[in-house]
């Protein structure tokens, strides 16, 4: 694997990492095995918590999908499998999400120069 290869896929892991546990495009994957729960403070501020649903297998991807670490490693392999064994398909993907991961870092790099 070349340098640039590697960095292809450390940005498209991030971006699908990020697509798969915070985005609201892909909260319906993320509805069956979590669910917040709102807690009123002794001060009166609400805070929300995430709670893990189920047992077993649902709540084994509940605990997956909770950690970005965990969900980080399985996204990786997911891309690197799949571009192993079907590049025509996962290369574009690679680079589509490698170009978001690229874009997330310079909005937050705009934001930061911004403040």
């Not at 077993?56 to 950690?67: H, K, Q, T, V």
């Not at 398909?89 to 790099?109: R, T």
Request: proline share 3%.
């Amino acid at each position: 694997m070349t340098a640039t290869e590697l960095f292809l896929f450390i940005l498209s892991t991030f971006r699908l990492t990020r697509l798969v546990m915070y985005d609201s495009i892909t909260a319906f994957l993320r509805k069956p095995f979590h669910e917040i729960v709102e807690e009123t403070l002794p001060d009166g501020t609400v805070q929300s918590f995430l709670r893990v649903k189920g047992n077993g297998l649902r709540r084994w991807i509940g605990e997956l999908l909770s950690c970005y670490w965990c969900t980080g490693v399985w996204c990786a392999a997911v891309l690197y499998i799949g571009n192993m064994l079907y590049p025509i398909i996962f290369y574009p993907l690679l680079v589509i999400l490698a170009i978001a991961g690229g874009a997330s870092f310079m909005e937050w790099a705009m934001e930061k120069f911004d403040s």
